[in-house]
Structure formats: C-alpha cells, structure tokens
C-alpha cells in the first residue's frame, strides 16, 4: 500500500520555493477532510486522494503514474488504494488514445482483495469562451482474483469555469462520470463531483471537491457523499 499521501508527495516535489502556498493548500485541505464529519455525521461518506505524475517524453507521447487511497467514516483505515501506468498517444493537441494497466487494492472484512486492470481510454478537450471541456472514454477489463471477471464502460465529462477567485485563482469545476457494466447489462454507477481547482506552479494542478455518488444496489440505489483531493504533476 501507499506509504505516503498525495499531500506529502506534493510538498516533497514543489518545496522550497513554494512554503507559503503549501501551508495554505495543507490547511484547506485538513478543514475540508475534517468538516466532513461535521457535514455528513448521519450519513455514508468518505475521503478519496488521487495523485498522478505526467512524463513528457516525446513530441507524440507521455506516460502517466496515478495513485490513489481512500477511507470511510467507520475507520481511520485505507479502505481502498489503486497504482497504474498508462501510456499516451497524443493524435493531436485536443484528442489523445491510452493504454494502461491498474492494480487495485480493496479492504473487505479483515483482508485485502485484488484487482488487475487493463485498460483503454480516448480522450478529447475544447475551450469554449473560456470554458474548458474535457471527455474521456474507457474500457476497463476487470480481472478479479475472488470472484468472475467483468468488463465496464466509464464516461467522464469535465467543465472547468474561466471565473478566479482569490490570489490561488481558484477556478470552479464540475465532473460527471457514468459506469455501464457490461455483463449486467446496465448503468451501476454514478459520480457527480464539483469542486475548486488552483496551479500552485507552472507544473502542478490540485483539486479540492465534494462528489456524491449513486451506487445501484439490487432494485435500488445507494447514495454516499465523498470529499476528494486530487493533485497532477507534469514535466
């Protein structure tokens, strides 16, 4: 498992030019983990931290290494942690093709569970009077070690606002992202995450958000609240 948080990642890459804005991301960062409780004590809800790392090495090409842990309410416990590598195919400055393999990582009961990932993603971004588009398209190949493998199509749309706040330049943004399982022939899940986004540097992007999610749950649905961090390094 991860022996680090993104946010000791983050202060290990961008210090010491940049103490102040790190003090200042780390206690907005503790206040919103920690209001959670406050905010949802009656409720599901939990905290997710993604951090990823992107290598330039060609005019056409980058890799990427994402990382990922999670937790719920009931335990101060990492309920959840994933690693990847992915390799990107820049067609051209909008439209991009990746090939990936992710390891997941799943506490249930009082062991961990394993997944293998491979997977495909196509992926395009626009601006629009300053606002900024994204879509992502992937096929992930769900190769469990407990139970029958799977396949499932995930949609992410993201719109980030042109509107800053603050001397961060906190900008808006707002993501929706759907889960389609094709062996069970159905939509299981949904994300909907809004949230502030700011770039400390030249070279890093962090994100601080609320995502509520729709779980399908026999005929039903589950809902649970998540706050989420997420931080991306490029060079």
Known sequence: MLLYSPVDLMAY?????????ISTILVILVTLISGTGMMY??????S?????????ISEKWDVLHRYMISKNKDSGYISAGSGDLTLQYNLTN???LRAGFRLVKSRRGGGWRTEDRPLFALGHSTTVNGIKI??????????????????????KISIELPWAFTQLELKPYLEE??????????????????GLSFKPTNHLKVKLGHRWISQKSGNGWTYRH?????MGFTY
């Open 94 to 96: 909008s439209l991009y």
């Open 48 to 56: 997710r931290h993604d951090f990823q790392l992107k290598q330039n």
């Open 134 to 155: 994204s879509n992502r398209s992937r096929i992930e190949f769900r190769k469990y070690h407990f139970k029958e493998d799977g396949v499932r199509y995930r949609h």
């Open 226 to 230: 998540q706050i989420c961090t997420a």
């Open 177 to 194: 992202e759907l889960f389609y399982s094709f062996d069970l022939g159905d939509f299981q899940s949904n994300w909907l995450t809004f």
């Open 13 to 21: 890459l961008i210090l010491p030019s940049s103490m102040p804005r």
């Open 41 to 46: 004590g009656g409720s599901d809800w939990g």
